[in-house]
């Protein structure tokens, strides 16, 4: 398993250091479904977005800028893959099983975690198998 920091990851700091160029917009409101794109210079992220929510998509919109946009024929693939390296920057595995320990419910495991639930159904469906052993054994002791 890959040694985690104990620094929280913060999509603005990275947005600061690294994407100084990149402009974001959070006056809009997107059409449904839509919590945020990027495109060009900009990420838009809708206006009705709870802090956190804001954090776990602009976690999401910055991780497009990394990896550029895929082929057309890719890009649900692309996406899917995007939340899942999304999910893991936001919520560290130490994390998760503190919060696991007293809930399972997707809503409030992403409130403590200062995320999404999206995020953490993300986050749980995609743990590798060294996680969940590391996982269970957290229950074990």
């Known amino acids: 398993m890959s040694k985690q920091t104990d620094v929280a990851w913060n999509p603005w700091r990275t947005l600061a250091t690294r994407y100084s160029h990149v402009t974001v917009v959070c006056e809009h409101e997107l059409p449904r479904g839509i919590a945020g794109l990027w495109r060009d210079d900009t990420i838009w992220l809708c206006r009705n977005l709870t802090q956190a929510e804001r954090r776990s998509v602009l976690t999401h919109e910055l991780i497009h800028i990394e ?4 082929p057309r024929h890719l890009l649900a693939r692309e996406e899917d893959r995007v939340d899942e390296l999304a999910a893991r920057r936001l919520v560290r595995l130490a994390d ?3 919060g696991l320990h007293w809930t399972s419910n997707a809503h409030e495991l992403a409130e403590e975690l200062w995320t999404d639930a999206h995020t953490i159904r993300v986050r749980l469906d ?7 052993a590391w996982l269970t054994n957290q229950f074990t002791e």
């Open 67 to 70: 990896r550029c946009l895929p």
């Open 96 to 98: 998760l099983a503190r």
């Open 126 to 132: 995609t743990l590798t198998a060294e996680e969940r």
